[in-house]
């Protein structure tokens, strides 16, 4: 049954998780033949018409829907969706807990603390379903107060596939295509990251191992977080580890494809994510992973990657070494990669679950 479909997100931003998910769902759910539009207060990047949630009762009926893509808090349109007459869904990305920026930034503390502060609230708002990105996320709303009954599961869109298609930085190749080992991180510049515990584990791969290897640590600064940014290089320095840990800050395709192919493994030492994209991309280029069993991570890696509990640097470190050292080892991990991206996480897999998850409210 074809009906209008509204996508709302407080801030929609080209290439960010949250953002990619609200672009690709709606292109999945404009193919299937609903009729889609975007709403947001803000936008950057993004091609598609984008419009001021106050228009909403204008344009939706009863029999329409509207997905709520829930990531930071948005008090005044959680009022109006409480007042919508159409159908609801909740979509969860998660919210850091506060706690992760204390000390750095008192306006992630301010605004992340709202956000979890919030989630009771929208778990309790009476929407007919919610979409959780990870089994992680819907506890979260099931402890918040959200019937178990109305939660599902389902893993968010990604741009793997265009960048399977992208054409390399070739500079950028040139650079790091070397003969030394390259271990890739990739995820924003921000405390819940666990740099401090990657930055750990690769000094003790290179005094142990390899002092040849690099680290390359790919992911947007927060300007905000300036003062973690500074602290992190602090770190460096006292490990004696700055000339080999490099920095990319803002990447577009073309780069971020290049430290796909130069990278030898991905190390993933984060303390809280709500799915975890990067591990996608891994499995989906062949890159083998070695991650840290934290939220929602282990959801995700499942059996395709050395996965660990512990936090011991040693244990990353010796991980890493592994996957250098025995060939058939890291070739059984991207084989397993690809095939869990191949059976749980490629498009055609996502776009049949939402659509199944559309049978609802047929």
């Known amino acids: 049954m074809r009906m209008k479909i509204a996508l709302l997100a407080p801030s929609l931003t080209a290439h960010d998780a949250v953002g990619t998910d609200v672009l690709e769902m709606a292109a999945a759910l404009r193919q299937a033949g609903h009729d889609v539009r975007l709403y947001a207060d803000h936008s950057q990047g993004i091609h598609d018409s984008v419009h001021a949630p106050a228009g909403l009762e204008r344009w939706l009926g009863p029999r329409d829907l509207v997905i709520y893509h829930y990531s930071i808090g948005w008090p005044r349109v959680e009022q109006q969706l409480a007042t919508l007459r159409c159908r609801r869904v909740l979509r ?34 009476g929407f007919d379903l919610a979409w959780a ?78 002092a040849e290897a690099r ?51 991905l190390l993933m030492l984060s303390e809280h994510e709500g799915f975890c994209v990067p591990l996608v991309e891994a499995m989906a280029l062949g890159v083998p992973i070695v991650a840290r069993d ?14 660990w509990q512990e936090s011991d640097p040693r244990l990353y470190a010796a991980s890493l070494a592994r996957l250098v050292r025995d060939a058939d080892s890291a ?6 990669g690809r095939a869990r991206y191949r059976e749980q996480f490629a498009p055609a897999v996502l776009r049949t679950q939402l659509l199944a998850a559309m049978e609802a409210f047929a």
């Open 133 to 210: 990105c990870s089994a992680y996320n819907r506890d979260e709303l099931v402890q918040a107060g959200l019937p178990p009954e109305r939660s599902l599961v389902l893993a968010p869109f990604h741009r793997c596939e265009a960048l399977l298609d992208q054409a390399a930085d070739s500079a950028l190749l040139d650079r790091y295509d070397d003969g030394r080992r390259n271990i890739l991180m990739l995820g924003r510049v921000a405390p819940n990251k666990g740099h401090i515990a990657l930055f750990d584990a690769f000094a003790c791969y290179r005094r142990e191992y390899d």
């Open 92 to 125: 969860y990305h998660n919210i850091t807990p506060p706690e992760f920026f204390q000390g750095w930034s008192r306006e992630h503390v301010r605004s992340c603390a709202a956000g979890r502060a919030g989630l009771a609230t929208v778990a309790t708002l």
């Open 215 to 265: 680290l390359l640590v790919v992911g947007k600064h927060d300007r905000r977080l300036g003062r973690y940014s500074r602290h992190l290089r602090e770190r460096c320095a006292t490990l004696d580890i700055s000339a080999q840990v490099h920095f990319l800050d803002n990447v577009d395709d073309a780069r971020l494809k290049a430290c796909w192919l130069v990278a030898d493994a």
């Open 294 to 307: 934290s939220s929602a991570i282990g959801q995700t890696l499942g059996e395709a990657g050395l996965l």
């Open 331 to 336: 070739e059984l991990l991207r084989l397993c």
